[in-house]
C-alpha cells in the first residue's frame, strides 16, 4: 500500500477562479481608462461660439420695452395668476431676451456654464439666483427682490 500523497500544483486546481478574476479586472481598468479619455474629451469641448452684434441704436427703447414687460409679470404675479416657479421662469427669459436683444449674443437657452464662459456677470448672477425656484422640488425665493435685482440691471446697462 501507498502511503506517500503526491501535491498537485496550486494553480491547477485554481485556474478558472483566476481567469475570470483576470477578466472582471481587466473589465475595470478598461472601463475607467475609457470613461478617463471620454470626460477629458468632454472637458476641452469649446464653449458656443459668441456672436455679438450691435446693440440697437437707442437703447432706452429696449429698456423701456423690457421694463414693461417686468411690470406685467410683477401684476400677475401679485394677482396669483401665476405661482412662484412660473414667475422666476418667465423672468429669467425676460432677461435673457433682454441680454440677446441688447449684445446679440443668444442667451436664451444657454446653461449657468455657457453663460459664465460668455462672460456676462450680471446675467450670471441672476440665472443662478433663478436656478432654485425655477428647478427645484419646492421652489423658494423672494421674487420681490428678485424683482428689483433684475430691474437694476436693466436700468444700468450699458
Known sequence: MRT???V???VSYAIWPMIILAVIISGIIGYAIVNYFLNKKKKKRKPKPVVVRKPPLDISVLKR???DELESLRAEFTSEKIDLREGFQQMSSIIRHFVFE????QVQNYTL???R???LPELEALVAEYYNPEFAKMSRGD???SMSKTKRVIEQWK
Open 143 to 145: 421674487f420681490v427682490e
Open 113 to 115: 456654464d455657457e453663460i
Open 4 to 6: 506517500d500523497i503526491g
Open 65 to 67: 420695452k423690457y421694463l
Open 117 to 119: 464662459t460668455a462672460d
Open 8 to 10: 498537485q500544483n496550486p
Open 102 to 105: 441688447a449684445t446679440g449674443i
